[in-house]
């Protein structure tokens, strides 16, 4: 059997540097290349360079989205919803497997996405990282356990440089808790508190969120009763672990039927 082909989109980022180097050393996989938008920094790189391989890979940074796809089985978009939106276009075209780690999408661009899987094979989350998921199981499970009389808060912080908040995890660690509870997330969702708020309003799942220095990603759920707290955490060292379960996605995806899927899917949560 072949090796699975997987392209690369944003692959000049931190997070697209990881996933090119992951690629490299992973078994039974092969890169097709990596791309990035017009005037970054980035193009002309050799790819082996640009994720600090010890060899070149005799492939530069390209602006060719099109030939990536066409070339690829899977290809990983970890980029910016603008994007990630048109790429699902090529995806269909192409009949390429898309696995999205984009975070911070609009309503009509989440839409784009559902409507590409109906053709193509798409795999989405927030977070790759196995223990992430795992903590989501738990959130959800504990907030089906407990009733209302448990506060639900959930704290995140990452790098100085994260442009969305509350971070896409935090808002799927939301999701599960709600639907723990059997609710929607966008009724009782508080996303924001400053100056005289009033009192916390009973069922409602807060958010808060950190930003500074290097910090790739902690989470925290926390249930908070009268005299008693439960708090689940997750802190993340290194962006590896999401470029690990991002490969592993895009080896799970080759060869399954259209459709849209999750993490949960992957790992048979």
């Known amino acids: 059997m072949s090796d699975i082909a997987i392209g690369i989109v944003g692959c000049g980022g931190r997070m697209g540097r990881t996933l090119l180097k992951q690629v490299y050393q992973t078994e039974g996989v092969t890169l097709t290349g990596g791309t990035e938008a017009e005037g970054h920094h980035a193009l002309g790189l050799d790819l082996g360079v640009l994720a600090g391989l010890e060899n070149p890979l005799d492939m530069i940074v390209t602006t060719d989205r099109q030939a990536l796809f066409e070339a690829s089985d899977v290809v990983i978009d970890f980029t910016i919803p603008e994007t990630t939106a048109l790429l ?5 075209e192409t009949n390429t497997a898309h696995i999205i780690g984009t975070t911070g999408l609009d309503a009509e661009q989440a839409q784009a996405i559902i409507d590409a899987s109906k053709e193509t094979v798409v795999v ?12 989501a199981a738990l959130t959800r499970q504990v907030a089906e356990t407990l009733d209302t009389q448990f506060d639900i808060e959930i704290v995140e912080m990452h790098h100085r440089y994260k442009v969305d908040a509350p971070s896409g995890t935090a808002l799927a660690l939301g999701r599960a808790a709600a639907e723990g509870r059997g609710v929607s997330l966008d009724e009782v969702a508080d996303r924001g508190r400053d100056g005289i708020t009033g009192a916390r309003k009973e069922g409602d799942i807060g958010f808060a969120s950190l930003r500074g220095g290097n910090v790739v990603g902690d989470h925290t759920v926390t249930f908070a009763a009268d005299d008693e707290r439960i708090e689940l955490t997750h802190k993340a060292g290194d962006r590896t672990i999401f470029a690990r379960g991002a490969v592993h996605a ?3 995806a080759h060869g399954q039927p259209a459709g849209y899927y ?5 790992l048979g949560f």
């Open 124 to 135: 989405q989350a927030d977070n790759y990282s196995l223990g992430v998921n795992l903590l």
């Open 88 to 92: 699902t276009k090529l995806a269909v």
């Open 262 to 266: 999750t993490m949960a899917d992957v």
């Open 250 to 252: 895009a080896r799970w």
